[in-house]
């Protein structure tokens, strides 16, 4: 049994109950009902039960579920930064409401509970949009002194902002659930509003582009165990979308992720960490040196006589010498040479004789 039957048939139990003693109230203020009594409470618990079969799910299992997601997706120095806030809130709500416990009446009573309650929330919103006063603190009295374990502790918790590029490319989703990267995905609004633009485009490529990127999004979101935030946050005076996510960027020390070759060398050359999706594809594809051997399916001729090309898992060419009596075959050869080219790396091989 899944739980939403579960709390469907629970809060079902509980209405009906409650159905009866509804039934009984009716039956006091109403005497003349009096003759209808049993029919009333079955009547009533009747009623109170489908409405509670069908809306259980609405208030037990899925908001919970909705606060799961949250958290899971809520960086774990958020969430302490808003622990601790709620309890200095708290600690300071509890020292204000006293002397206001002491107005006679009904005020003496309701207004300390609500003294409490505003004064955990500043806490809360203090402490989850000032992260860095957690940093400080632990810094304080924590490990005092220990500037470099602060500094390598708060670099590994940087924000990794994503550029348009990188959300249409969509490698990002397989990427982030291999768990490499660390930190906290930030989407500014900015660029979810460039990702709609596109995808409201009139040329039907670049709309399918965009509706790709959105849906890569909500992969992330689901699916990424890495948290992703969608921040309103905008660089005020900055017109251009890459100018606004480097601003961003360096005001909170984080880093950019994109396969885009100007804003990578923009970033740089500004001191900002970029994370670049085509030189990790590069970086990981398979190395083979001159001498070893392989199997390639030769797809299609070359751009020089005799020469096939085929194509290895990764993406990675391959041009085979002599290679154009075995097209659409899949034949054993030994490596060449080896050339890395602005396009991504190139192998030369002829087939094994």
């Known amino acids: 049994m899944n739980a939403e039957l579960i709390a469907r048939l629970i809060v079902m139990l509980l209405f009906a109950i409650a159905g009866i003693e509804l039934g009984d109230q009716l039956q006091l203020l109403l005497p003349e009902l009096d003759g209808y009594a049993l029919w009333l409470k079955i009547g009533s618990s009747f009623v109170l039960a489908i409405l509670g079969l069908w809306s259980a799910p609405w208030f037990t299992v899925r908001p919970f579920r909705k606060l799961l997601k949250i958290i899971k997706q809520t960086p774990a120095p958020t969430l302490w930064s808003g622990i601790v806030g709620l309890f200095i809130g708290l600690a300071f709500g509890a020292i204000a409401a006293y002397p206001v416990s002491l107005l006679p009446g009904g005020l003496g009573r309701v207004l300390p509970f609500i003294i409490a309650v505003l004064f955990g929330y500043l806490g809360i919103l203090v402490m989850t949009t000032r992260t860095e006063l957690i ?83 909500r992969q992330l979101q689901e699916e990424s165990p890495v948290p992703v935030r969608i921040t309103d946050e905008d660089a005020r005076g900055v017109r251009e979308v890459d100018d606004k996510l480097i601003t961003l960027a360096r005001k909170h020390d984080g880093s950019i992720l994109t396969n885009d070759y100007n804003l990578n060398r923009v970033a740089e050359l500004q001191g900002i960490q970029v994370l670049n999706v085509n030189e990790l594809a590069n970086a990981v594809k398979t190395i083979f040196l001159p001498g070893e051997t392989f199997s390639i399916h030769v797809l299609q001729e070359g751009k020089e006589y005799d020469q096939g090309v085929g194509y290895l898992d990764d993406g990675t060419m391959v041009v085979v010498e002599g290679g154009r009596p075995y097209i659409g075959q899949t034949i054993d050869v030994v490596v060449n040479k080896v050339l890395q080219t602005a396009a991504g790396r190139m192998i030369f091989a002829r087939p094994l004789s």
């Not at 590994?156 to 397989?174: H, K, N, Q």
Request: aromatic share 4%.
């Open 135 to 217: 940093g400080m603190l632990r810094a304080r009295f924590i490990h005092p002194g220990d500037s470099k374990g602060g500094k390598s502790a708060q670099s590994t918790l940087r924000p990794i902002f994503l550029d348009t590029s990188v959300i249409i490319d969509g490698r990002i989703a397989d990427i982030a659930r291999t768990g490499f990267l660390h930190g906290e995905l930030v989407v500014p609004l900015f660029i979810l509003n460039e990702l709609q633009h596109i995808a409201d485009s009139a040329d039907t490529l670049r709309r399918n582009r965009g509706r790709r990127g959105l849906e890569i999004l």
